[in-house]
């Protein structure tokens, strides 16, 4: 069978999307052939700037890009291409299918789709967040959208309790498909006698959004002061600290966590940078390495959380809380609504408290294993039913 990986990338300079996408294949990969299906797959999504394609030993795949370029020249193609597959999941690159990045970047998610359910092609959402729509219009067609699918499932409770909201009854609450990643565990990277603590600095919330936008994710926080207070708090500590850029798109500069990492760096030279990772892999196993993590970008601290490394994630949107409360684990600092002082003095107080903080990501591996097990199951489900030629979507 042909399964259409709607909003996956093997090149995307956002290593979460990579992160999300070889995950993603692999469970259904498992999940197929346990069911005596042999896939392939059809890769649709954006192409970037990194390379790093799962083993073409193991997988049979093709790409497409869907693009605003490729939709004005040739959406006849893209229709095909997704008519051609036996269905489609889409992952929306983890937190696309909302309002919040703007209205553009949401049509362009539901153009999408629309090209599924006018083929007539079973259309799942795969785990992701869901919302928030601050537009009535942008919920009411999301929700038009996700009753059509024969499935949707939410990656945290928040998102699941959007779906409630909205009414869609194909439904289903399980994780964050990243938690999957493979990875090699580092060995120890730290100066004898001293700890290795890892930042991911983000470069969209340095900037304030896309384009300059001035405090575009509405942060009661500094984000820019926060960055420098906390460098200056570690080194001060003498920690040794390692700057981690987790989405590094070549030529865009206002998006490249790398670049930032880079100023940063020439005015705090005893600051560690990570490589420019050449993939998600290799973005996890160093994190593997470090014993304490934080991280503005959301798959960089699931990176750290599944390696078992203590993490407090610094959050811009909701999806940070939902998750991380999905997986009983309390320690996300809120920059919505924490002010730059009590911001930095509640990451420097979870510091203090890592062994406890370790305790806690360890405990919450059960729930890992079974939210996973729980999503491997649904698949094989939905294996079922449409090697059974089942309808696509409720009518």
Known sequence: MKFGLLWHSFSSGNLGVGALSISNMLLIDEA????????????????????????????????IEFNEKSLLKSPHKLIKAIGSCDAIFDIGEGDSFSDIYGSKRLIKLLLSKGMALMGRVPLILSPQTIGPFKSDTNARAAAWVMKKSTMVFARDHQSFAVLEQLGV??????????????????????APGRLAVGISVSALLHHGGYEGTANQFGLRADYKALTDQLIEALLGQGHEVHLVPHVIPLGFPAEDDFAISQT??????????????????????????????????MHATIGAFSAGVPVVPLAYSRKFAGLYESLDYHRVVDLKTETTESALQK????????????????????????????????????????????????E
């Open 169 to 190: 009854p194909n439904r289903d609450e399980v994780i964050d498909v990243a938690f999957a990643l493979p990875f090699e565990r580092a060995s120890e990277m730290r």
């Open 264 to 297: 940063l760096q020439q005015r705090h030279p005893a600051l560690k940078l990570a490589p420019r990772f050449k993939g998600p892999v290799e973005a996890k196993s160093y994190i593997s390495g470090l014993d304490f993590f934080i991280g503005a970008r």
């Open 32 to 63: 197929a052939r346990r069911k005596g299906i042999t896939p392939e797959f059809l890769i649709i999504g954006s192409s970037g700037p990194c390379d790093y394609p799962p083993s073409m030993e193991r997988f049979n795949y093709e790409f």
């Open 347 to 394: 990451v420097l107080a979870h510091l203090e408290q890592r062994d406890r903080l370790k305790a806690e990501v360890e405990a919450s591996s059960e729930i890992i294993r079974r939210k996973l097990a729980a999503y491997s199951y649904a698949l094989e489900g939905l294996m079922t039913s449409l090697r059974q030629g089942q309808p696509a979507y409720q």
